[in-house]
């Protein structure tokens, strides 16, 4: 069996909160209950474990999407009023990078994780 990714652990200040928050965002189904976490499930089977933390660190999650779904999600985003940057830097406010032949941005949860979609794999 190859290796593959199946679940990881966010930190987050409200689990049900933040999972509900990257669900509702990407437009994926709602969250479920699994012992202490919230988990987000991703379509290739992979799952998001949200953890309660009273002092989460900030870390970055990349999701490969499709160009409708990016369109949809990039909707999702400025109908929240989300604050949303081309670079992680967040050097280019309000617009979306063309890196890789391909659409990419960049926004953040309500812990601070940097999140980003992106149409084309880097590198690509």
Same mark, same amino acid.
């Given at each position: ?29 709602? =969250?479920?209950?699994?012992? &202490?976490?919230? !988990?987000?499930?991703? *379509?290739? $089977? ?7 933390? @009273? ?32 670079? =992680?830097?967040?050097?280019? &406010?309000?617009? !979306?990078?063309?890196? *890789?032949? $391909? ?7 309500? @812990? ?13």
């Amino acid at each position: 069996m190859p290796v593959q990714l199946d679940h990881t652990i966010v930190s987050a200040r409200d689990r049900r909160a933040s999972a509900a928050f990257l669900a509702d965002v990407l437009g994926l189904g709602p =969250p479920t209950t699994f012992g &202490p976490f919230a !988990v987000v499930s991703l *379509d290739n $089977g992979v799952s998001l474990d949200f953890m309660e933390d @009273d002092a989460p660190h900030p870390r970055h999650y990349a999701f490969l999407v499709g160009e409708e779904e990016f369109d949809q999600i990039l909707g999702r985003i400025r109908a929240r009023g989300l604050d949303h940057w081309a670079d =992680p830097f967040e050097q280019h &406010p309000g617009e !979306v990078n063309t890196d *890789d032949g $391909g659409r990419g941005v960049y926004w953040k949860d309500p @812990d601070g994780h940097v999140l980003e979609i992106i149409t084309r794999p880097y590198g690509g």
